[in-house]
């Protein structure tokens, strides 16, 4: 089966709408069909990644901890527009530190996190297939 | 709707409440599917749960197979041994004798 690049384009915070989760289980289905996939966090979507989420008060599932996850998918794309963390005071270490395994590496961990300028985010942008937004 | 042991189950036998789940409710699933758990089955069952409570989901059967190989050894993480325990796929049968939800993706 012929690879496409897919790139999910994630928006919106966590738990305000449906879209985060929407989003996160659609990138899980696509991973089973071996495409090749990346994510973006930009606007409010960065707060999706932010470390230390709880969701006891809301009642909702805490489907933060999937992203963990995403490494054994071979998901290993994440990239985060630097320019949305600064208008929310927030850095790369308010992050959950996601990781992958890398296979080529004699399995070493790596960061599967790369922050980016909104041009550089653009250029990847372009290199895409297929982008979805959510 | 359909119930096994007094637990609501949907129409392919998922449990509707991810939190009814028991031992009990584990035996008797397998048993209408044919299989007589053993140790071994006990062993993945036990660790789709803790993967599901780790990362709120049930794990595809590549990732699965792949996380099995690491935590018990290659000789368990494996398709082979995974479906000879799960005949109907280690995802799908597996996960729905552990309690948790049909794998995302799989179809």
Redesign the interface.
């Known amino acids: 089966m012929a690879t496409k690049k897919f790139m999910y384009l994630n928006r919106r915070s966590s738990f305000g709408t449906v879209y985060a989760i929407e989003s996160l289980e659609v990138v899980l289905i696509a991973a089973a069909f071996e495409q090749d996939v990346s994510l973006a966090f930009i606007d409010d979507g960065v707060y999706q990644i932010v470390e230390g989420q709880n969701t006891d008060g809301i009642g909702m599932k805490n489907f933060s901890k999937t992203f963990h996850a995403l490494g054994d998918y071979d998901i290993n794309k994440l990239y985060v527009s630097k320019e949305s963390l600064e208008e929310r005071g927030l850095s790369e270490s308010d992050l959950m530190p996601l990781v992958y395994e890398d296979e080529d590496d004699d399995w070493a961990e790596k960061t599967s996190i790369k922050v980016v300028t909104n041009d550089e985010l653009k250029a990847i942008m372009s290199e895409q297939d297929v982008c979805l937004s959510f | 709707m359909a119930q096994i042991c007094g637990a609501e189950v949907d129409e392919e036998g998922f449990l509707v409440d991810l939190k009814d789940w028991n031992k009990e409710i584990c035996i008797q699933m397998a048993k209408d599917d044919d299989v007589e758990l053993t140790e071994e089955h006990w062993g993945v069952i036990d660790f789709l749960r803790d993967y599901f409570e780790?990362?709120?989901?049930a794990?595809?059967v590549?990732?699965l197979t792949?996380?099995i190989a690491k935590k018990m050894g290659k000789d368990k993480g494996n398709s082979k041994y995974l479906y000879s325990l799960f005949p109907y796929g280690p995802g799908k049968q597996g996960c729905r004798f552990a309690g948790l939800p049909k794998p995302?993706?799989?179809i």
């Open positions: 780790e990362y709120q989901i794990p595809a590549r990732v792949k996380a995302t993706g799989c």
